[in-house]
Antibody, heavy 124, light 106 residues
Framework: QVQLVESGGGLVKPGGSLRLSCAAS????????MSWIRQAPGKGLECISH????????YYADSVKGRFTISRDNANNSLYLQMNSLRAEDTAVYYC?????????????????WGQGTTVTVAS | DIQMTQSPSSLSASVGDRVTITCRAS??????LNWYQQKPGKAPKLLIY???SLQSGVPSRFRGSGSGTDFSLTISSLQPEDFATYYC?????????FGQGTKLEI
């Protein structure tokens, strides 16, 4: 079935790094626009980065620009988020999500498949 | 950046009630507005895209409407499984900003 599975979360000290992975299955990953969305404890949703199917269009929210890097490996159906210079305010559940198909980039029709999330805790 | 404001922030209702949640954008977003449902400890689920299009598999009691800056999500007859937090999201700009959420409680 159509599925996204995140991994790589954990406890890290401020200033440290983590690499999140998102494994896709059940659909043509190389055709899919993908995003990372995070949710701080008890808070709302924030889309922090997204990437086009070929990786040529990339967006970062100001809150992570210069510290996080999104990438993808279409041969291995995987999405990544390299997180450097982590701060306490990066503590959150991180979700990867697939966008509904759209002929335009970036897509306009919402995120129809989500992973279960992976928890990142930044604390000393 | 486009700001999304939902109201109310929380709402108490009963099974069988009709409820409406509203979402306002800080600038016009045409019809590029999506609605999600999130239950505790779970990922969000897409309910409505492009303001009024029902995502596949979503019950028809969910209805979205609006355009420009003002949007609404109506649940026509609440079911026990509908008690959750609802988020709107704009997809007019690539920031894909979400509203702050509306918690629907029994």
């Amino acid at each position: 079935q159509v599925q996204l599975v995140e991994s790589g979360g954990g406890l890290v000290k401020p200033g440290g790094s983590l690499r999140l992975s998102c494994a896709a299955s059940g659909f043509t990953f190389s055709d899919s626009y993908m995003s990372w969305i995070r949710q701080a404890p008890g808070k709302g949703l924030e889309c922090i980065s997204h990437i086009s199917n070929a990786g040529s269009n990339i967006y970062y929210a100001d809150s992570v620009k210069g510290r996080f890097t999104i990438s993808r490996d279409n041969a291995n159906n995987s999405l990544y988020l390299q997180m450097n210079s982590l701060r306490a305010e990066d503590t959150a559940v991180y979700y990867c999500a697939r966008h509904n198909y759209d002929i335009l980039i970036p897509p306009r029709y919402g995120m129809d498949v989500w992973g279960q999330g992976t928890t990142v805790t930044v604390a000393s | 950046d486009i700001q999304m404001t939902q109201s109310p922030s929380s709402l108490s209702a009963s099974v069988g009630d009709r409820v409406t949640i509203t979402c306002r954008a800080s600038q016009t977003i045409s019809s590029y507005l999506n609605w999600y449902q999130q239950k505790p400890g779970k990922a969000p689920k897409l309910l409505i895209y492009a303001a009024s299009s029902l995502q596949s598999g979503v019950p028809s009691r969910f209805r979205g409407s609006g355009s420009g800056t003002d949007f609404s999500l109506t649940i026509s007859s609440l079911q026990p499984e509908d008690f959750a937090t609802y988020y709107c999201q704009q997809s007019f700009s690539k920031s894909y900003t979400f509203g702050q959420g509306t918690k629907l409680e029994i």
